[in-house]
Each structure stands twice: as C-alpha cells, then as structure tokens.
C-alpha cells in the first residue's frame, strides 16, 4: 500500500478525507468501526497519546496493593508502594522480557521475575539479580534496570488514568470542563466513591467507538433495545423517557454527557433516588450551588470521556417486585483489543459513606441490570457486535451511518453547566463533537 | 442408591428445560428462598494452602434469589429480549456429578451437589460458537417428596469471559 505523510496509506487518507467530509452534514462511514488498517492508526495516534482510565484509588487502598490493568497491549501494574504513591510499572522484565506479576490483583511487597530471578520492589526498583557479581560484573548499575513506569500517570478525585504520552497535556488540561460533570459523581459525598470489588471482564466483539456512543449520546437506542425492561414496568412507562434532559458537549475535547430528568408527570424520586441523607451531606460537598441543583433534578446521569471510558448512574431498583428505587453507578473502560473486537472492564461504585443496607441493594441493581449479564445491557452488546460485523462487509462498509439528529436544534442558553447543552437528548450532538476530536487526533 | 438417581435426574432434567428454554418450568425447580450466584473469577497466585483460587467474594456476575431469576424468565417472554431472540442454541454438558450425604434442616432434607458443567452456545447462523466451562456447587433440598435447587454457586473457569453476555442459565 502506498504510504502518505504521517505513514497513513493513500486508501485511508482517502477514507479520512471521506469521514471528514461527511461529518458536518451528520454523514458517519460505517467503514470506521471496523477496519483492521485504521485500527492501526487508532493505537499510534489516539491510545497512544491519550489520557486512558486504569483504576480506582479504592482498588488498591494500602501499601503494596495492586491490580493488573491495560493500555492497548501493555500490560501496567497499578501498584502503591511502601512510600503510599501509586505507580504504573510495566509488566516487563528488564532482562528479557518476561511478566514478573502473576496475579490480576493482590498485594505484594516485591515482585520476583520468574525466568531468571530479577526482583524489583513495588515502586519499580530492581534489588535482586541472582549472582549478580559473577554474571553481570561489579560494575552492574541496578538503578538503571528498574520497571518502566508509564509516561504519565494521573488522578482526579480517585480515578487514575495513564499516559503514554510523555508530551500530553496535563489531566487536568485533557478533562476541561467536563470535570464539572464528572464531579455530579465523585463529589456527591465528601468521601467520595469506592469499588464495589474487582471488574467485570467479557469480550464483544465490536468496536470501541460504537460501545462508547451508546453512553455518550445514543438516549434514542433506549426505547427499541431496552424495550423489554418497559415492557416489564422497570423502565418508565413512557418509552421516550430517556428524551428528556440535556446532552451536553464540551467542544475540543471529545467528552459529552447526558443528564436526563424525570419525564413529565412522572413519579420519580429526586437526587436518583439516593437516601435522604446522602441528598443532605451533597448540598454541601459539591463544589458549586449549580451542582447541587442539577443533581437533584438529575435521574439518569451519563459522562462519556474521551476515548474509551464512560460511566452510567441511572436510577433504577434491585428487581421489578421492589418497591422505591435504588440508583447504581457503574464505569466503564471499552479496551481495545482489535478491529471489530474490545473488551469490556465494569465495575460497580458507591460513595463510601452509603449505609450497608445501600450498598448491598446498589450492588445488586447494577448486576441485574448493567454489566455481563444485566438485563439491559446484554442486549446493548447483542446488537453491537451486529453492527460491527456489517461495518466491515464488503457492501455494507460503504454505507454511510445517519448522525443527523438534531443537526439543526439550538443550544440552550440556559443550561448552567459548562459545555454546549441542547435541551433534548435526542440528538447526536455528542456524537458529532467526538467524531471530530477523533479525526483531528488522527490526522494530527 | 434412589436418592442419587433422584438427584441425578433432577439435574438432568434441568438441563433439558434451559436447552430447550422451557424457563418456566425451570423457575419450578427452584425453592422459593433459592441463591443463585455466579462470582467473578481472577486469576491469582497459587496460595500457600494450594488448590484454585481467584473466586471473588465481593463482586458476581449473577447474584440473584427467586425474584430476580422470575424477572429474567420474564424479560424473555416479552418478545424484546434481544439477547436470546432469537435464542441462541444452548447445550448443557452435566458430567462428574459428586453427592454429599444429606443432612436434615428445618426447611427439609438438603444435600450438596457438586457438578461438571460444559455450556455450548450458538447463535444465528454462523458456525463460531462459545464456550464457558465451570463448576457447580449446589444444594438441593428435599420438599413435598421432590427436590428443589436451594444453593447455587457456579465457579467459572474464565477470568475474562469469551462471550459477549451472560444472557442464559447456568
Ligand atoms: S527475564 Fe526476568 S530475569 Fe530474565
Ligand atoms: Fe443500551
């Protein structure tokens, strides 16, 4: 294949140019979620270079704690050493190579190379090399041959993100202001959230970007996909219930959100339906007034950041025989594998100071409704990996996918948020926004 | 010897009701206090004790009692299940089926049953198929002369699973 400037062949910056061309008028190539040359292209330029989520700060709470955790192929040990920094070691050997963390998660004071015996302490530190003097000489500097950290590594408010960047721009600057709505989430109690055990892991195969639309803008798929849950009285009797609210996009940046309200007339609980307390102790603990007042009319709250992590806190109850209502939260990482092919991390969340009886119905809402088996979402994957297989047919790949709802709503100038909100969810704004931050990522 | 044929047979028959589908004659099975829990698997070192490890007490994939199981069964009549419809063409292998000597309860006679299980399952028309490999560790306790499942904790040989849902039984 012919190569063009910045090593992108001369048929995928044909292809880019057909996205680019498209995307104002709402024109989305159904080629760009599942091809195995632009899949390529995604992992130099937009996971390579991009502020990715690896864990929660509850997931590794003391010394030695860690969790094994992914960018593309790379696998880090998330790990907070004696000294209580969290560090992101790569799971390599400086010897030669081999993985010297054996587990998905546990606690370890040092970890010990299996192949040849290198042993490093959990900040990264080499301070073993069997027969060291005899092998390797006196002269050997260990201080060189540590674990390689990640370029960057972050947090905001207890999540931790990576970078293999060591240009990026600072978390705070990739964020922007859509920390205003990540913080609806992790300021909601003064401290803060706490997994609820380790993620949920299954493969689907589909593209990251289309998993990744449906928390970021797609409200209209809820009334078909998730029909069943109407149909059982667990979702709104009014199918368009997920219509209502704001979608919200912070331009340049790629995020968006979707903070739906109650339908009109109906009978929902404010706050989510969060205990009464945990409604008193946020009036204080947002940072702003504005917060305070969006959260309490918010019922179903979606931040989507960009590239490959959402999270979802719909207002929902443990079983359809329940009466009240009992929210959960979960995150999400949508981890590439492959064209056509992510694997999805969930996990459950609650704020630490929940009461136990909240916690215990909060779990259990989010596994009966989100995750592997949740009785919404395993038809959300049933419906992607469709999808995906069409996008990459030989006819089907050259269909272009409609993105044009709401191309000509107006912003809301009322919204007090940051970000372009529109006052109706049924638009693919988001959508749009991301789109373009992801091309301008690629062609860059 | 009657009682581990009964106990066979119900296991047996179980297995014919979810690869047929006949959800509701499964839910039938079930005591009304029943636990159905199926814990994330991860992969951890081998502990000092031996044996497997990795079973998560803190997070499932399904945790579920009488009433959230009844949802599910639900949920698939309402012709919106997309997930399993069309359904997916499902085989249980039950093999290695060990009976432990039943003790006496208030509720009833329980004895443990622990079991092999070897999930095939096919979609559509293409000719991939998953397959998910566990073991069961059940209850089952004697009422009105049959015996109904009570407990039961299914641990899964995958730490990440190689399917896109878990839209069906164990
Ligand atoms: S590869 Fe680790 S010690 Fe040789
Ligand atoms: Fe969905």
Known sequence: MARVKGGVSSRLSRMLEELQAGLEDGLVPAWIFNDPELFELE???????????????SEIPNPGDYVLRYV??????LVRGEDGVVRALLDMCRHRGMRVCRAELGNASHF???FHGWTY????RLIGVPAEREAFGPDFDKGQWGLVPIPRLESFDGMIFGNLDPEAPSLEEWLGDIRWYLELVTKRSPMGLEVLGPPQRWVVNTDWKLALETFLSDSYHTLMTHRSLIELGIAPKDAKYAMYGEQVHI????????VVGAPPGAKLPPFWGYPEEMLERARTSYPTREQFETARETRILLVTLFPNFSFHNPIRKPDHKY???????TFRVWHPLGPGRIEIFSWALVEKDAPAWFKEKTRLSYLRFFGSSGTFEQDDTEIWSHVAHNAASTQGRHLRFNYRMGL?????????????????NFTDANMRNFHRRYLEMLLA | MERTQALLNCLYQEAELLDEGRYREWLGL???????????RVTKERGPEGGVSGVMEGMCHLDEDYTSLEMRVARLETGFAWAEDPPSRLRHFVTNVRIGEPKPTPLGEEAEVRSNLLIFRSRWDRPDYTLLAAERRDVWRQVDGGWRLARRTVILDSATLPTHNLSFFF
């Open chain 1, 323 to 329: 009466q009240g209502t009992v929210p959960m939260l």
């Open chain 2, 30 to 40: 079930l005591a009304e206090d029943v636990r159905y829990q199926v814990p994330v």
């Open chain 1, 112 to 114: 010990r190379c299996p």
């Open chain 1, 251 to 258: 331009p340049g940046k790629g995020h968006g959100s979707m």
């Open chain 1, 43 to 57: 992992k130099e330029k937009i996971f390579s270079r991009s502020w990715v989520y690896l864990a929660h700060e």
């Open chain 1, 72 to 77: 593309l192929d790379n696998p880090y040990i």
């Open chain 1, 408 to 424: 000509n709503l107006a912003p809301d100038p009322n919204w007090p948020g940051p970000g372009v909100a529109y006052g109706l």
């Open chain 1, 121 to 124: 302490r959990n900040d990264g």
